[in-house]
């Protein structure tokens, strides 16, 4: 009985959004403070991500528009994907948060979450950390790792590495390759993430018979 409990709880945290225990802490946590929204501005790719609820696509892309006039900001976030040989499309602003440095506010129509960046040099990669408390002493997880391009370098994938490992949300997380490939990123012709994680849950229920 236990054991099937066991697998229950995998099969949906696999499926379905991060949730740990403990609650959201961007205080201590290694990040970018003197973070520089302008630079960090422009076209980028998704290179992997942590599971989450809001995405289940590929070829994902994430585009990050800010414009300042006087004391006032404008910052806009969008996200697509190529899902069941659609594009999804994501919109919602960045707001900045000057109580705890380099901490942001992302909004999107159906949910919101604090979020930091750990680790950038703006020419090539980004690593984005959310997080959102829930009522009952745990929280949402979100991470993504970022390029400019569709590959990163050695170089900057040890560092990525380094920055994941002394997380302690993210240092155990299993992550998610984004494809880029022509393949996926056609909306004519990709394959939904989608049907992999149904195919794969039918799977695991199989499996779980032998746990019985």
């Not at 995998?10 to 991060?18: E, H, M, Y």
Request: glycine share 4%; hydrophobic share 35%.
């Amino acid at each position: 009985m236990y054991r099937l409990l066991g697998f229950l709880f995998f099969l949906t945290g696999a499926l379905g959004q991060v949730t740990l225990n403990g609650t959201c802490n961007f205080t201590d946590i290694s990040a970018v403070r003197d973070l520089n929204i302008t630079k960090l501005s422009g076209d980028w790719h998704q290179i992997r991500r942590i599971m989450n609820s809001q995405e289940s696509g590929t070829c994902s892309t994430t585009k990050i528009n800010a414009t300042f006039t006087n004391s006032t900001s404008n910052i806009t976030i969008s996200n697509k994907e190529v899902n069941n040989k659609k594009k999804i499309y994501r919109n919602g602003t960045i707001n900045l948060n000057n109580i705890t440095r380099g901490k942001l506010f992302i909004s999107y129509p159906d949910i919101a979450y604090d979020s930091i960046i750990l680790a950038t040099n703006y020419t090539n990669y980004a690593v984005l950390y959310s997080c959102k408390n829930n009522k009952n002493a745990t929280k949402k997880v979100w991470a993504w790792v970022l390029s400019r391009d569709t590959t990163l370098n050695k170089n900057e994938e040890d560092m990525i590495k380094s920055v994941i490992y002394i997380n302690e949300d993210l240092k155990n997380a299993t992550w998610i390759d984004s494809d880029h490939s022509k393949e996926a990123c056609d909306a004519n012709s990709s394959t939904s993430f989608r049907l992999s994680i149904i195919l794969t849950s039918l799977t695991l229920i199989f499996v779980c018979k032998d746990i019985l």
